[in-house]
């Protein structure tokens, strides 16, 4: 990995080029150009000098594309290392997404999912906003569905939640990151809201989308974690109105100021409590989908043929199954959603 004084890789035997994050992207010019030298040739090492934003999407899946609208992070979480390697907070103009979703469309795709490293901090580099981003791609006939990747709750506002709301192309799926469920962790963790602001917006989402589909990534064991404040966690955990829970255990990383905390938790706890909310999590998704039995709701059926069945997802995300059907595949069908079985719905 490349520190923010100096390529430290370059240091290393047979190295002959290193590239930094603002360079990777224009790799095949380079390997071109290459010439064996006994000193390695840097270009663009340090973070600070990132300023180009790449646009990409994905083509691998028949139904949905991938369109990356951001990239980099100008928080500055004591756990995360995502700055240092990704650089500041940069984006894509709407003007340019819009052609690209457009583009994306032409190729048969019925959905897109916007991704970055953090999308409701878009429009730092065009003096754009992300709620005027989605009120425009909302005006692509040939996209049936827009799904908004993970956005912090801070960045989530009331407009942009009130315009998922009643968009017929932005579906209610939320993917949240809380963290900690404890005041004080938050703030160790220089995390920009607290958790009655968090309770907050899965309530204003809940209240105009009774059935979106909320996933909340909570950090298992961070330094100082004691048992009363992870009981408190799961107390809260339980009472939210959230679909699934994505556990990540701490783990100490490098040029961190979280490393350097007092009261580093064993990794025997951090399993164990890991062990339980992975638990609850299965519970809150199991929850989630028997409430969603017997609703009619409108299917996406994807390419892949698993024993026979052909697999689809609904806009709040709920996994549906039925018998292998080719004419079915990149369609959107309003079904009755029954016959749960674990976390999948087969229908007949």
């Known amino acids: 990995m490349l520190s923010n004084k100096k390529c430290k890789i370059s240091n290393l035997k047979g190295v002959d080029i290193v590239l930094g994050t603002n360079e990777k992207f224009n790799l095949i010019k380079y390997v ?111 996209i049936e569905r827009f799904r908004i990747s993970s956005i912090e709750p801070n960045l989530l506002s009331d ?80 009472s939210l109105d959230i679909s699934d829970l994505h556990i990540f255990s701490y783990s100490q990383r490098e040029n961190t100021k979280a490393i350097l905390m007092k009261d580093q938790i064993l990794k025997k706890v951090i399993n164990e409590r890991s062990k339980i909310l992975r638990k609850l999590a299965e519970e809150k998704k199991n929850f989630f989908y028997k409430k969603n039995e017997g609703k009619f709701k409108k299917v996406l059926f994807e390419s892949r043929n698993i024993e026979n069945k052909i697999i689809g997802f609904t806009d709040n995300y709920l996994k549906v199954a039925t018998k292998f059907d080719e004419n079915l595949i990149n369609k959107i069908f309003k079904l009755k959603i029954e016959n749960l079985y674990g976390q999948i719905f087969l229908l007949k």
């Open 159 to 238: 407009e942009i939640i009130d315009f998922v709301g009643i968009s017929k192309k932005f579906v209610p799926h939320f993917h949240i990151p809380l963290q900690s469920g404890i005041n004080r962790i938050l703030k160790l963790m220089k995390r920009p809201y607290n958790v009655e602001f968090f309770e907050n917006r899965i309530k204003k989402i809940k209240n105009i989308m009774p059935d979106a589909f909320i996933g909340v990534d909570v950090i298992v064991g961070f330094p100082s974690e004691t048992e009363d404040d992870f009981q408190k966690s799961i107390a809260l955990l339980k």
């Open 32 to 142: 071109k150009n290459l010439r064996k030298n006994k000193i390695p040739e840097i270009y663009s090492c340090e973070t600070s000098e990132i300023k180009n934003f790449f646009s990409s999407y994905s083509l691998d899946e028949r139904t949905r594309s991938f369109l990356k609208i951001q990239d980099g992070c100008n928080y500055k979480c004591t756990y995360c290392t995502i700055p240092m390697a990704r650089g500041k907070s940069r984006n894509d103009s709407i003007k340019n997404i819009v052609k690209t979703a457009e583009e994306i469309s032409k190729k048969g795709k019925k959905e897109i999912v916007l991704t970055g490293v953090n999308i409701g901090d878009f429009g730092r580099s065009t003096n754009e906003n992300f709620l005027n981003l989605i009120k425009e791609l909302d005006k692509i006939e040939k």
